[in-house]
T-cell receptor, first 113, second 120 residues
Framework: GESVGLHLPTLSVQEGDNSIINCAYS??????FIWYKQESGKGPQFIID?????DKRQGQRVTVLLNKTVKHLSLQIAATQPGDSAVYFC????????????FGKGTKLSVKP | DGGITQSPKYLFRKEGQNVTLSCEQN?????MYWYRQDPGQGLRLIYY???????QKGDIAEGYSVSREKKESFPLTVTSAQKNPTAFYLC???????????????????FGPGTRLTVL
């Protein structure tokens, strides 16, 4: 079975609000995590990544938080815009897996104008 | 422009026919991957290749075949043995084949635009 999952399958937010998308992982040997954004009918796009030796990493309007104690990963999107509407999913790399990523099912983010 | 291309974007085939999906990358990446995506599900790994002339089965390889004769190309054949071939197929590549270059953060996978295969 998958070792990466998501707490919320759908999330609806108002334009301008902040969004938080969560992901739980179960493998303590995971050392690298990625968040991807996938728009309808398109391939996933890299958003941000984080190594297991970090707790937080910030990008442009996005922040990823990693809590290794509870094996939890979150993606925060500031000032959510209609263009942020997509499916977001996390992926993890397990040490020794030859670079293969394990993907979660995804959370659909809908932004209301 | 560098990137990964997949063709065609939409593909229709009759049941019982084999079909080959194209994936090309000009990123000089060593590793390439094929995933299958079904509605409401995560990506499932079909096959991957860490280096030319070598490839490994993923989690759902039955009914599929691949080849890696060139670094840039990793075509996927969906055979008639695949019981439920209708899906969205994604190809990806990454720069390394196990070791992470110091200049890179990790083994991020870059994805193509996908091919939607419908078997009638």
């Amino acid at each position: 079975g998958e070792s990466v999952g998501l707490h919320l399958p759908t999330l609806s937010v108002q334009e301008g609000d902040n969004s938080i998308i969560n992901c739980a992982y179960s493998n303590s040997a995971s050392d690298y995590f990625i968040w991807y954004k996938q728009e309808s009918g398109k391939g996933p796009q890299f958003i941000i990544d984080i190594r297991s030796n970090m707790d937080k990493r910030q990008g442009q309007r996005v922040t990823v938080l990693l809590n290794k104690t509870v094996k939890h990963l979150s993606l925060q999107i500031a000032a959510t815009q209609p263009g942020d509407s997509a499916v977001y999913f996390c992926a993890e790399n397990i040490i020794g897996s030859q670079g293969n990523l394990i993907f979660g099912k995804g959370t659909k983010l809908s932004v209301k104008p | 422009d560098g990137g990964i291309t997949q063709s065609p974007k939409y593909l229709f085939r009759k049941e019982g026919q084999n079909v080959t999906l194209s994936c090309e990358q000009n990123l000089n990446h060593d590793a390439m991957y094929w995933y299958r995506q079904d509605p409401g599900q995560g990506l499932r790994l079909i096959y991957y290749s860490q280096i030319v002339n070598d490839f490994q089965k993923g989690d759902i390889a039955e009914g599929y075949s691949v080849s890696r004769e060139k670094k840039e190309s990793f075509p996927l054949t969906v055979t008639s043995a695949q019981k439920n071939p209708t899906a969205f197929y994604l190809c990806a590549s990454s720069i390394e084949k196990g070791l992470r270059p110091l200049a890179n953060w990790g083994n991020e996978q870059f994805f193509g635009p996908g091919t939607r295969l419908t078997v009638l």
